[in-house]
């Protein structure tokens, strides 16, 4: 069983930031590639970034050089900092999990709220 639990999420002025979490247990923080998604009102279900187990990284377009995810091994926990929010990143964020040898990512967080004021 995969589970993976979000936090951090929350209203923040336009230029802010966030940090969000999603923790998880050791054998799937050692073994997943772990991600996060995102989804607008009316919109569909978009990639954010991801992290390999070996610490590879990846970002969609929209979020670079703005949007870092991390993890820490201590405590099982991917992260994904957020800078220079803007009102367009406005979404629920969910995190995921890929299973090794895996296409998909089949495991989901609940997600949590992101709401950035113009």
């Known amino acids: 069983q995969v589970q993976l639990v979000e936090s951090g999420g929350g209203l923040v002025q336009a230029g802010g930031s966030l940090r969000l979490a999603c923790a998880t247990s050791?054998?799937?923080?050692?073994?997943?590639?772990l991600g996060w998604f995102r989804q607008a009102p009316g919109k569909e279900r978009d990639f954010v970034a991801r992290?390999?187990?070996?610490?590879?990284?990846r970002y969609a377009d929209a979020v670079k050089g703005r949007f870092t995810i991390s993890r820490d091994s201590a405590k099982n926990t991917v992260y994904l900092q957020m800078n220079s929010l803007k009102s367009e990143d406005t979404a629920v964020y969910y995190c995921?999990?890929?299973?090794?040898?895996?296409?998909?990512?089949?495991?989901w967080g609940q997600g949590t709220q992101v709401t950035v004021s113009s």
């Open positions: 992290i390999t187990e070996s610490g590879s990284t």
């Open positions: 050791r054998r799937t923080f050692s073994s997943y590639t």
């Open positions: 995921t999990a890929r299973a090794p040898s895996s296409y998909d990512y089949n495991y």
